[in-house]
Nanobody, 129 residues
């Protein structure tokens, strides 16, 4: 049974940093893209970042415009762990953050959530002003 467990959420002030982690168990995901999504109160879930599997040439990452330059997604060598380093946080980053694993190497660039096969329960990030 596949399970994704997120951690690292919490309360931080504007300009602060947090690192989210997601550990997957139940099988290995060496050929799957992994991503982060978030849902703010009263809003729909939105894509945050995604990363392809590690290869000899490295991996490729994708970001929504609002987090470019502030957030970094990266994977551990074990391939079953993905992190989201969040710097210079803003109040509008407040949301429940969800980890997800896709069913392909490359994420669906037209709809990042569509081909995500497994989802975590989420971790709350609150950024105070």
């Amino acid at each position: 049974q596949v399970q994704l467990v997120e951690s690292g959420g919490g309360l931080v002030g504007t300009g602060g940093s947090l690192r989210l982690s997601c550990a997957a168990s139940g099988r290995t995901f060496t050929s799957s893209n992994m991503g982060w999504f978030r849902q703010a109160p009263g809003k729909e879930r939105e894509f945050v970042a995604a990363i392809t599997p590690l290869s000899l040439s490295g991996s490729r990452s994708y970001y929504t415009n609002s987090v470019k330059g502030r957030f970094t997604i990266f994977r551990e060598n074990t391939e079953n762990t993905v992190h989201l380093q969040m710097n210079n946080l803003k109040p509008e980053d407040t949301a429940v953050y969800y980890c997800a694993i896709g069913n392909s190497r490359i994420p669906n660039l037209r709809d990042y959530a569509r081909d995500m096969e497994y989802w975590g329960e989420g971790t709350l990030v609150t950024v105070s002003s």
